[in-house]
């Protein structure tokens, strides 16, 4: 079965469904829940704002370095850098208003925070570094012991929020496999099952992502949405690029279903493929060809090609052209055309049988011949079959000649004699006229009710056609 006519999963499905989502969601929460090293929680880093510059960025900072600013800037880094967890191997030289900095840090991260604070103090005209980055390996594990136990205490902190959070997201997973479930609902509201799906799954994926939502708002990580909703477009925009022509087959099997161009059993002409319709799925509508094949059409290939519905309208006309004798009356040769027609079983009254001269040919006359059925009782083919084989005899038995191409021949003078002396061959009498069997064909539509009893589809006989 489609996966888009399945229904909603039970409880028990939704709950292991929602334990890797939760799961993930967790931790995203706990990295966006760690500390981060601010300006107010750095002890002496506020009063080294007091210094910082006034100036507008992008003006030129003054040069002048007033009588002992040097050793005020000097002291007030080496302070700073002091509280700072990694920065307090770096050593600090300033010589006129110039800051050189050396020693070790643990990353580069701490090079970067070194140099920014060393250039917001007041007075510094420019910064040297040729910091090293720390190679002791006890300092780096130590460092990262401390980092590990500082997730580990927030964690446990938000712990409470994440409980929280973790609940309202699993009653929202559950709410929206309840509302999904409610398949009555949906099918008053949209009278096509296949959009009763849909709609169903769109209210289940707005209610899913309603709780997550407000599970980010409790835990007070909202910026995690934007996050998520920028990666969201862009993935769905290449996704949308490679299923282009999954996407467009699926949109194609919306509009296909809302207005059914065709129903199971219809003998349909789509574009260059003849055959009868077995159902219409997702992605592809499903043919059994006249000579027993099957065939997967796109459905958009389906939704923008021609069909041409051959079961539509029950009655089916067919002609065929007969050439005569230039020398026959045409209007006998008419009369007894249509004539021949009008008794042919299965052929129509209303609309008459009709016929008109076409065409003259190189050595006949051309009449074409029109004639109705009944798809419903009598075979096209076989109809056909049966007014031609009709025509043909009344034309022998009224002598009017069906002439063939003639083509001039030179014989030899002794086989020119022999064909003179030759008798001419006895002619047979006619067989006796037996009545053809002229019903539908049957087998194709047996085959397509043992197609559709094994898997359902998207076509409905109540549905809106076209």
């Not at 888009?4 to 929602?18: I, K």
């Not at 700073?80 to 070790?104: F, H, M, R």
């Not at 007041?122 to 910064?127: I, K, L, M, P, W």
């Not at 042919?344 to 059925?373: K, R």
Request: proline share 6%.
């Amino acid at each position: 079965m489609s996966p888009l006519l399945t229904r909603s999963a039970s409880p028990r499905g939704v709950e292991r469904t929602t334990a890797p989502l939760l799961a993930a969601l967790l931790l995203a929460a706990a990295s966006l829940l760690l500390p981060l090293p601010t300006h107010a929680q750095i002890p002496g880093l506020a009063a080294s704002e007091e210094l910082a510059s006034e100036a507008p960025a992008g003006e030129p900072v003054e040069a002048t370095v007033e009588p002992g600013q040097d050793e005020d800037i000097e002291n007030r880094l080496r302070e700073i850098y002091g509280t700072i967890g990694g920065l307090e191997g770096v050593e600090v030289e300033v010589a006129s208003g110039i800051v050189s900095l050396s020693g070790e840090v643990l990353n580069e991260d701490a090079r970067e925070q070194a140099v920014r604070l060393a250039r917001q103090i007041r007075g510094v005209v420019e910064v040297e570094e040729s910091m090293d980055r720390v190679r002791d390996v006890g300092r780096r594990l130590e460092t990262a012991r401390e980092t590990l136990t500082d997730i580990g205490y927030d964690v446990v902190a938000s712990l409470p929020l994440l409980a929280v959070a973790g609940v309202l997201l699993v009653a929202f997973w559950l709410l929206a496999a309840w509302v999904g479930r409610r398949d009555a609902f949906f099918d008053r509201i949209a009278a096509n099952r296949f959009i009763a799906e849909l709609l169903a799954q769109a209210v289940r994926a707005v209610i899913v992502v309603i709780g997550i939502f407000l599970a980010l708002q409790i835990m007070d990580a909202t910026a995690l949405v934007a996050a998520l909703a920028g990666t969201a477009g862009l993935v769905g925009l290449a996704l949308g690029f490679a299923f282009r022509d999954l996407v467009e087959n699926y949109i194609a099997s919306v509009l296909l279903s809302l207005r059914q161009p065709f129903l199971p059993h219809d003998h349909v002409l789509i574009e260059e493929h003849e055959g009868k319709v077995v159902r219409l799925t997702s992605r592809a509508t499903i043919l059994i060809t006249l000579d027993g094949n099957h065939v997967r059409i796109p459905n958009a290939q389906v939704f923008k090609g021609v069909i041409t519905n051959y079961t539509r309208n029950p009655r089916r006309r067919f002609d065929f052209t007969v050439g005569v004798d230039v020398e026959t009356e045409l209007a006998e040769a008419l009369a007894l055309g249509l004539a021949t027609l009008r008794t042919t079983p299965g052929v129509l009254e209303d609309p008459p049988p009709q016929g008109w001269v076409d065409a003259l040919g190189d050595s006949n006359v051309v009449v074409h011949l029109f004639a109705w059925i009944d798809q419903r009782q009598t075979e096209w083919a076989k109809g056909r079959g049966e007014a031609i084989r009709r025509v043909k005899v009344a034309f022998d038995e009224a002598g009017i000649a069906m002439p063939e191409p003639i083509f001039n021949l030179k014989i030899q003078e002794r086989a020119l004699e022999q064909a003179i002396h030759e008798p001419e061959p006895e002619r047979t009498a006619p067989l006796p006229e037996e009545v053809a069997d002229l019903s539908p064909d049957t087998h194709l539509d047996e085959e397509v009710a043992e197609e559709r009893r094994q898997e359902t589809d998207l076509l409905d006989s109540e549905a809106p056609r076209e």
